[in-house]
C-alpha cells in the first residue's frame, strides 16, 4: 500500500545527516509509485513529485528536524495543500433559506448524505427540508422519505402515486420543477437550509448533466455538493471533470471512506478540480459523517498520523535559533558548555510530555528508559546546581573537585552524589554534539522510529 511504500522509503531515509540529490530523486521516486499505486491521477502525481523534490532539494539542517523527518514533513506539507489548506465549512445564505444541492453519480452516496447532512445542521438547530428532485429511478424518493424520517425532518416530494411500476429510465414528473417547488415551499414554511437530493447516472451522460445543471439555474444554490465515492480509483479526475464543466460544484464530499480506499481520489479531485473537499462520509449510519481535515486526510495517505503529531511537537517545543546558535558553536570548534546544557535541558522541559510522546513510537529502547527516567523536577535541580557553580566551574567543569562538588552540593541544597550525576550526564551531552556537529541529530531529541 501507500503508507507502507512511504514508511519503507523514510526508513532508508531515516539517521541520513544529509540528504544527497540521488537520495532525494529516490525517494521522490518512490513516493511517485506509491501515489500511482493508490490510484492517484498521473499528472496529479507528477506534479506532487516536482514540488516535493524542489523542497526537499532546498532543505537545510535544522534543529528540531533530522533531514528524513523534514522529507516527511514536506510531503505532509503538499499533500495538505493540495487536499485544500484549512477546512472550509458550509456558507450559509445571508437571507434564508440556505440552498444546497446534491450531485454525483448513481451509488455514489448523495441520498445517504442528504440524510447525514440534514441529521447534523438539525443537531446545531437550523430546521432543514430534503426536497427529492431525484426522479430517475421509482424508489429513489421513498429511499429519501426513509432517510428523512430516520434525521427526523420532512420531506417534499411529488405525490407518492405518481410512481407506478415505471421504466427506470422514463422520467416521472419534472425534476427542476419539483426542486423549484421544494425551495419555494422551504422559503414559505421558514425552513432555513434546504438540500435538494438529485438524480445520477452509473455513467456520466449528457442527458444526466443536462438535467443537473437545469435544476441549478432554477434554484440558484448557495452549494452544489459534488459527491464522490472514496473507491473510484483513476475515474474519479474524469468523473469530477465531467461535473465541473457540466454542473460546476462549490464543494466536493468523499464518500465511502470507511473502505480502504487511501485517498488517491481525494487528491486527484482536489488537485484538479481546485474545488475543497468539505466532508466526508464513512459508513451507512447516519452519525457516519464528519467534517473534512485536510491534515488528517493527509495523515491517513501517509499513514503516519503519530509520526507526524511527534514532529510537530518537537518542532513547537524546540527553539530553532537556539538550536542554530548551539550547532554554529559546535561547529566552529567552541565547546558546549553548562550554561549550554542548562538551556538544553529547559528545552527538554518545554517538550512537556516526553512520555507521552514516547507513546508513540515503537521499539525505542534504550531512548525510552533515558527518557522515561527524566522528571522536570530534575531540571529544577540542574538549573540549581549550574547556578551555585562560578563562571570558570562553567567554563571547565574540570577544575571541579571534590571540595568544589561539596560546596556546590550546599550552595544549590542537593547532594555531591547528584552533582556528580550533573556532570556524567553533561559530559555525555557534550558526547552527542559532538555528534550532532557530525550530522547525527539533536541531542535528546527522539530518532526516528523503526
Ligand atoms: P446515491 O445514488 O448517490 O443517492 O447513493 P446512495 O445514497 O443511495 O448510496 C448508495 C449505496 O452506498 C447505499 O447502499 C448506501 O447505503 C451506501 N453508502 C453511502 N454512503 C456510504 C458510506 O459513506 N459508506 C458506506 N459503507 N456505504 C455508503
Ligand atoms: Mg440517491
Redesign the pocket.
Known amino acids: 500500500s501507500l503508507s507502507d511504500r512511504l514508511t519503507a522509503t523514510f526508513k532508508n531515509l531515516r539517521g541520513r545527516g544529509r540528504l544527497s540529490e540521488a537520495d532525494i530523486d529516490a525517494t521522490v521516486r518512490e513516493i511517485r509509485r506509491a501515489l500511482l499505486d493508490a490510484d492517484v491521477a498521473v499528472p496529479v502525481v507528477r506534479e506532487f513529485a516536482a514540488a516535493v523534490r524542489e523542497r526537499a532539494l532546498g532543505v537545510e539542517v535544522s534543529g528540531a528536524l533530522n533531514p528524513a523527518q523534514q522529507v516527511v514533513k514536506i510531503v505532509n506539507e503538499e499533500l495538505v495543500e493540495i487536499l485544500g489548506g484549512a477546512t472550509r465549512t458550509l456558507r450559509l445564505a445571508k437571507v434564508p433559506p440556505t440552498v444546497i444541492m ?1 450531485a ?11 440524510g447525514k447532512l440534514a441529521h447534523a445542521l438539525k443537531g446545531q438547530g437550523h430546521t432543514p427540508l430534503l426536497v427529492a428532485a ?1 426522479l430517475q429511478r421509482p424508489n ?1 424518493v421513498t ?1 429519501l422519505s426513509v ?1 428523512a424520517e430516520r434525521a427526523g425532518v420532512p420531506v417534499f416530494a411529488p405525490h407518492p402515486g405518481n410512481q407506478g411500476a415505471v421504466d427506470v429510465d422514463i422520467v416521472i414528473g419534472d425534476p427542476v420543477g419539483v426542486a423549484r417547488d421544494g425551495v419555494a415551499y422551504a422559503r414559505d414554511k421558514q425552513h432555513d437550509v434546504v438540500i435538494v ?1 438529485t438524480a ?1 447516472r452509473l455513467g456520466v451522460d449528457e442527458a444526466l448533466m443536462r438535467q443537473a445543471a437545469d435544476i441549478r439555474a432554477a434554484i440558484s444554490p448557495d452549494e452544489v455538493l459534488f ?1 464522490i465515492d472514496a473507491m473510484i480509483g483513476q475515474d474519479a479526475v474524469n468523473t469530477a471533470t465531467a461535473f465541473l464543466e457540466g454542473v460546476d460544484f462549490t464543494g466536493v464530499v468523499l ?5 480502504d480506499a487511501r485517498g488517491g481520489a481525494a487528491l486527484s479531485v482536489a488537485k484538479v478540480t481546485g474545488r475543497p473537499i468539505m466532508f466526508a ?4 449510519k447516519l452519525t ?2 464528519e467534517v473534512f481535515h485536510p491534515d488528517r486526510m493527509a495523515g491517513r495517505i501517509l499513514d503516519m498520523g503519530d509520526v507526524l503529531t511527534l514532529i510537530e511537537q518537537a518542532e513547537r517545543a524546540f527553539d530553532a535559533d537556539q538550536a542554530e546558535r548551539m550547532a554554529a558553536k559546535v561547529a566552529e570548534g567552541k565547546d558546549f558548555t553548562l550554561a549550554d546544557f542548562l538551556v538544553q535541558m529547559q528545552q527538554m522541559r518545554k517538550m512537556g510530555s516526553m512520555k507521552k510522546m514516547l507513546g508513540m513510537l515503537p521499539g525505542m529502547g534504550q531512548m525510552r528508559e533515558a527518557i522515561d527516567s527524566f522528571d522536570e523536577r530534575e531540571v529544577d535541580r540542574i538549573e540549581a546546581i549550574i547556578r551555585s557553580m562560578t563562571p570558570g566551574e562553567r567554563e571547565n567543569p574540570k577544575i571541579i573537585n571534590g571540595s568544589r562538588r561539596a560546596r556546590i552540593a550546599r550552595g544549590s541544597g542537593t547532594t555531591t552524589t547528584a552533582v556528580n550525576q550533573l556532570l556524567d550526564r553533561f559530559a555525555g551531552a557534550q558526547k552527542m554534539m559532538r555528534q550532532m556537529s557530525r550530522g547525527g541529530g539533536v541531542p535528546g531529541m527522539p530518532p526516528m522510529p523503526g
Not at 104 to 114: E, S
Not at 255 to 259: A, F, P, Q, T, Y
Open positions: 446534491l454525483g453519480l448513481q451509488g455514489a452516496g448523495k441520498t445517504t448524505l442528504a431525484d429513489a429511499q432517510v437530493d445520477g459527491v464518500s465511502k471512506l470507511d473502505g462520509s464513512t459508513g451507512e457516519d459523517f
